[in-house]
């Protein structure tokens, strides 16, 4: 567990206090993080946005833990959200792992009984305990998240309620769609934030199982610093630095930096990444602005993992089949600004604006053949020498609370605007070389040379969209919400390649997507809840990948029901859902030159069953459990596809983590111990089912110490140990026995962080 950032301590034994916020400061400290971004953007003439389409999720506060490290051991407060009748209780226990509220579903916060969607939260105490290093290991911590095609580690592939794939969108920051590969650090995020079903009501081009937000942390409102470093086992390790605080009335700061530089779990490799990433806030009457800029500098192991052949692996994990130069590296700059103003007590305009950059590159010791009889692997050397992912967005969102004929209205009304561009620049693609056994492997024989294929260079996808929106959750009394909503998506597309460069895809597409909800409050702590929502999006293409057939969108709709339970201490949630897709794109293997095949199947579906369960058992017990049980399969397609299950999708998967904590005789320490489990049951690992990644279980552990008597400091040790049977399991595949990324061996980080 890591420390507070200040000296104020609350005792262990004091139960959470409830005190009513005055509003308007409530509501201007919503306002920060929705103005600046357009405007600045505007102003400097620039013609993509990239902003905070749900950045009511940071600044609107209701989340179960608190908004930064300082306010950990301050009590909780109480904001009036919707008038005077309801209250949301903003930070419950900062040490619990149940949210009591979100805002990812409706762009103001809304407590937990009351959410028209499914939606699940990884707090920051859940973060501080666990410790994730990717998007991954975040995903253990959510009911219905499988592990997609993640390109030998090195991009998150997040596939929810059945759908997902690389630089889908639905990876968002503070509410703006991500381009970059990985897309989660421990020194900057606060929390994470899952909604699942289709979320293209206010989140526009998305597949239809969900998005999940990384709420990052904002500056300070009082002084305080820390400083940490955490040792691998691995060899090397991390270290980060957080300051910040007011700098003069209503403007207060946070700079934040991290340097990585550990060696990787197999036989050779290194991951390495600076990142240093400043925060402005400023607050004046009625008016706030944020402004957020992040820069980072990668060069991680591209590790391809393993060969399958008769259905198994044709070595272990121990040895790397490829070479120490396979890398991906690059330069990755988000820059985001919000403003917000209240006009009156009940309504309040925000303004939002965004931009993010990923210049990647990447070398790569493909495997194309691997013959079973002589135990040769035949690889060749192909690169990205450098491909440009950017994303631009602007909102402009009116958001009022009112009472009118006796019913309370919650609305949001608002329109977007956003442009995607992918451009590939030379693709190197090296002559295939045999010699190469996994069983006894010889490093050093594939050299990092090879001609440019023409074929697969200058590849360019941009995606321009505009809509409108509309969602008004209408309190109809005794315990009734309905929720109507509805968004207008315009998109154009074009996407071409080779030299001299084609054209392949120029297109423009217009829907209309409806949403409704009906939840029923039954009492303080039961609700019940129903949907129907639509997902909308263009079928976008990785540079170099091939598409049998013709182009379209991809189209969804899902119908949700379920039930929530929340007390003091707990919260819990079932949901039983069925996904319609069309038009879903899906991997189709290797073509003769290597690229990959992508086809369209004609109707895919999801069905299944989530559960979960966060929160506190008493004052000493925190528990996290979750299970999914997600039936995603082709149901329309070529008659040797039809019904076969979607690759990389368990039809089972559960975890559970159980946390103790409790004070210690001397020095006012407190101690954390816990453990948990996380089971993933067998994958096709193809479109045709040809092979199948085997079930697995595996066990993290962590235990801290934190005191604020140690020198006169705040002062945290943690040890975190994943994997700690070792267990030797396969994450996912790229669509073909080739490639299948083995899951991380056994790990331990050793972290001390002190706080000023």
Request: glycine letters at 10%.
């Amino acid at each position: 567990m890591k420390m507070s950032d200040i000296v104020c301590h609350n005792s262990p034994n004091d139960k959470p206090s409830v005190t009513n916020v005055n509003e308007s400061n409530y509501h201007l400290r919503k306002n920060q993080m929705a103005a600046l971004r357009t405007l600045a953007f505007a102003c400097a003439g620039l013609s993509v946005f990239s902003g905070f389409g749900a950045e009511a999720s940071s600044n609107d506060a209701p989340s179960s833990t608190s908004s930064s490290k300082e306010d950990r051991y301050k009590k909780p407060k109480t904001v009036t959200s919707h008038g005077k009748a309801e209250h949301i209780r903003v930070h419950a226990d900062a040490h619990s792992y149940g949210a009591t509220s979100s805002s990812i579903a409706d762009k103001l916060p809304t407590t937990f009984l009351q959410q028209t969607q499914t939606t699940n939260v990884v707090t920051h105490q859940v973060i501080e305990d666990m410790t994730p290093q990717t998007m991954e290991d975040v995903a253990k911590y959510v009911p219905g998240i499988s592990i997609g095609n993640n390109f030998g580690g090195t991009q998150d592939d997040l596939m929810k309620r059945g759908f997902g794939a690389v630089d889908d969108g639905s990876i968002l920051r503070n509410g703006v769609r991500m381009p970059t590969g990985r897309n989660f650090d421990l020194a900057t995020t606060e929390r994470v934030e899952v909604l699942k079903g289709p979320a293209s009501l206010f989140y526009g081009m998305q597949e239809p199982g969900g998005v999940i937000n990384v709420i990052t942390k904002q500056p300070r409102k009082t002084w305080g610093a820390n400083l940490g470093t955490t040792w691998s086992s691995l060899g090397g390790g991390y270290g980060h630095f957080d300051v910040g605080g007011p700098l003069t009335h209503g403007l207060s700061f946070r700079l934040v930096g991290s340097y990585k530089n550990e060696n990787y779990w197999r036989n050779f490799g290194s991951n390495r990444q600076k990142l240093l990433a400043p925060s402005l806030r400023f607050e004046r009457g009625r008016f706030t602005a944020d402004v957020s800029y992040e820069w980072a500098k990668y060069n991680n192991t591209l590790d391809r993992g393993a060969v399958f052949s008769n259905g198994r692996a044709v070595s272990g994990p121990e040895k790397r089949l490829d070479e120490s130069w396979a890398k991906s590296f690059g330069e990755r700059h988000l820059l985001a600004t919000t403003m917000e103003y209240r006009l009156t007590e009940h309504d309040r305009i925000r303004l939002s604006g965004g931009w993010n950059r990923d210049n990647y590159h990447d070398r790569q010791a493909d495997p194309s053949a691997y013959n079973a009889v002589t135990g040769i692997l035949t690889r060749r050397y192909r690169s990205n020498t450098g491909t440009i992912r950017a994303n631009g967005y602007a909102s402009l969102d009116y958001l009022s609370n009112h009472v009118l004929w006796g019913m309370k209205h919650d609305l949001v009304v608002g329109a977007d605007y956003e442009n995607r561009q992918q451009n590939q620049g030379a693709f190197i693609d090296g002559t295939r070389q045999g010699g190469f056994y996994p069983a006894d492997p010889v490093y050093g024989l594939l050299k990092p040379v090879g001609p440019i294929n023409n074929s697969n260079s200058d590849w360019r996808q941009h995606i321009n969209s505009a809509s409108g929106y509309l969602k008004d959750n209408i309190h109809l009394g005794h315990g009734l919400i309905l929720a109507p909503g509805v968004r207008y998506q315009f998109f154009h597309i074009t996407y071409g390649g080779r030299r001299p460069y084609v054209q392949t895809t120029d297109a423009s597409y217009t829907k209309p997507l409806p949403f409704v909800a009906l939840v029923y409050q039954l009492g303080k702590r039961v609700s019940f809840y129903g949907d129907y929502s639509q997902s909308f999006t263009p079928n976008q293409l990785d540079a170099g990948s091939v598409l049998e057939g013709g182009y379209k969108p991809t189209m969804g709709r899902q119908f949700e029901v379920g039930a929530r339970y929340q007390d003091r201490f707990l919260t819990a949630d079932v949901a039983l859902y069925n996904i319609h897709k069309k038009n879903v794109q899906q991997s189709a293997g290797l073509d003769e030159t290597g690229n990959t095949l992508q086809r369209l199947a004609g109707l895919v579906g999801s069905k299944g069953v989530e559960a979960s369960v966060a929160g506190k058992l008493d004052k000493h017990w925190n528990i996290l459990a979750n299970y999914a049980f997600t039936y995603a399969r082709i149901l329309r397609d070529t008659p040797a596809d039809e019904g076969k299950l979607v690759a990389n999708v368990a039809k089972h998967t559960g975890g559970g983590y159980l946390t103790y904590e409790t004070a210690l005789p001397w020095l006012q320490t407190t101690m954390r111990i816990g453990a948990g489990a996380r089971y993933v049951g067998r994958r096709a690992g193809d479109l045709n089912n040809t092979f199948w990644l085997p079930s697995y279980t595996t066990v993290d552990a962590f235990a801290s110490w934190h005191t604020g008597q140690l020198l006169g400091h705040d002062t945290s040790l943690q040890v975190n140990a994943v994997n700690l049977a070792n267990k030797a399991y396969f994450v996912s595949t790229a669509g073909t026995p080739l490639r299948v990324s083995w899951g991380q061996g056994r790990t331990v980080h050793v972290g001390i962080e002190v706080g000023f």
